[in-house]
């Protein structure tokens, strides 16, 4: 397949589809490559944004919609990148298409495989709390709108047993021969857009992630307070399914060198913990929430009003502190929290029903490949390294190779698909350079 200028993109959460999106709008192919069966990635796993709370779906359901049907754009899901070779302008690359065992041509998406198939797993899109089948869509909002088959879940690939999908499927769309598909592309500029990934707070061991069932992570809340989350958006708790009276944040949860982690703050942190105090306060507004920070850093438009209104109008508690310590009742499984309130020069002792951690946002593992397929370099944490912060901030080492969004640290969602934007317009004059030295 080769086409004088088209661009890659590797990636398919907001970044990655607003770089698409644009490129696409100037009438430029685009093939668009996401490992998972579905764009649209961490976003889509958010209830609400901040500062306008406005339903995140409601935003990102339409744009990955429109990059499914753009003539220009061509979905390559379920994908990765296998090598990159040539130089600005001429970049071969290699792709393999994984086997869904599911023909995406002749799938409708009526779930009815789903609903029929009887091995049930821990939901990955859910954080693990809720449960899919081994024939599964990951969201309901999933593009595009085709099932998957877990070939490690699968009985008939486990035990060579049932194939009831295939017997139930009246499109006849499930096929269990289906092989890996290599794709070979020729493109004029890559732009690598790969999203971050959580730090496991389990490495900080006081806060008992992991052993106390009610220390959960932002994430996960997100997916309990989101309608199409594994409780049909009542925040509960996960040790008995109540409702919590007493809810506490804790920020900085392996970041700024605080205990195990990493040196650097993650950005977002203070802005979706007071969005998701807000929820919570919605959810249930006689609740009590509390939130336990260093620093407030609230630098975008709005950001700080938005921190001034959970305060005086859902009556938000901070408290500066950072805790030393979860404990928790063995019999209530309530959560005793330890902490120093700075403010007020004291040592507190706070009993919740629930705590919420915020971990910090860390490279995805994936990253060390991808940038040795690239020959692009990371930075010392592993986030892929601009070449020039400030002058160029979305060029890499390599000439028509171009990094925007989490990929190259953390960022929030408007930074993140404005910096998208910027490296489609790169891409674009690499694509403009190419044609005047051609022509």
Not at 6 to 33: E, K, M, N, W
Not at 52 to 63: R, W
Request: charged share 25%.
């Amino acid at each position: 397949m080769k086409e004088s200028g088209s661009v890659l993109v590797i990636g398919g959460g907001v970044a990655g589809i607003q770089a698409a999106l644009d490129l696409a709008d100037r009438g430029f192919r685009v093939y668009l490559v996401e490992e998972t069966p579905s764009i649209g990635g961490r976003m889509a796993q958010l209830d609400k944004t901040f500062p306008t709370l406005d339903c995140s779906i409601c935003i990102l359901a339409p744009k990955m919609i429109e990059c499914y049907r753009h003539p220009n754009i061509t979905l390559l899901t379920y994908s990765e990148v296998e090598k990159v070779r040539g130089s600005a302008g001429n970049f071969t690359v290699e792709i393999t298409r994984k086997p869904r065992f599911v023909d995406e041509a002749k799938c409708t998406g009526c779930g009815t495989c789903s609903q029929k198939c009887p091995i049930i797993v821990p939901n990955e899109f859910d954080m693990l709390l809720g449960d899919r089948k081994a024939i599964y869509m990951p969201l309901p909002q999933a593009v595009p709108r085709v099932t998957t088959i877990d070939k490690d879940s699968c009985l008939y690939f486990t035990r060579s047993v049932c194939k009831i999908c295939q017997k139930l499927c009246q499109a006849e769309a499930v096929d269990f021969d289906q092989k890996p598909e290599k794709i070979n592309l020729n493109v004029s500029a890559i732009i690598v857009a790969t999203g971050f990934s959580l730090l496991n707070p389990s490495v900080i061991n006081e806060y008992g992630y992991g052993r106390y069932k009610n220390v959960i992570t932002s994430l996960e809340l997100e997916r309990l307070a989101n309608a199409s989350g594994p409780t049909g958006g009542h925040v509960t708790r996960p040790s008995d399914g109540k409702i919590p009276d007493k809810v506490a944040f804790i920020q900085c949860v392996g970041s700024r060198g605080l205990g195990r982690g990493v040196s650097y703050c993650s950005s977002a942190c203070c802005m979706y913990a007071t969005k998701e105090a807000i929820l919570i306060k919605e959810h249930k507004p006689k609740s009590e929430v509390f939130i336990f920070y260093l620093d407030l850093r609230a630098s975008g438009k709005g950001f700080q009003e938005f921190i001034n209104r959970a305060k005086e109008n859902w009556g938000v508690l901070y408290i500066r502190g950072r805790p030393g310590e979860i404990i928790e009742d063995p019999t209530t499984k309530d959560l005793i929290i330890f902490c120093e309130h700075t403010v007020r020069g004291e040592v507190r002792r706070l009993e919740v029903d629930m705590v919420v951690l915020c971990p910090a946002f860390i490279p995805r593992e994936s990253n060390n490949k991808l940038s040795e397929k690239l020959r692009v370099k990371l930075d010392e944490y592993g986030f892929f390294k601009a070449e020039d912060a400030s002058l160029v901030p979305v060029d890499s080492n390599i000439p028509g190779i171009f990094t925007c969004g989490c990929c190259q640290g953390p960022k929030d969602i408007p930074e993140s698909v404005a910096q998208a934007s910027g490296a489609a317009a790169r891409a674009v004059e690499v694509i403009t350079l190419t044609a005047r030295r051609e022509g």
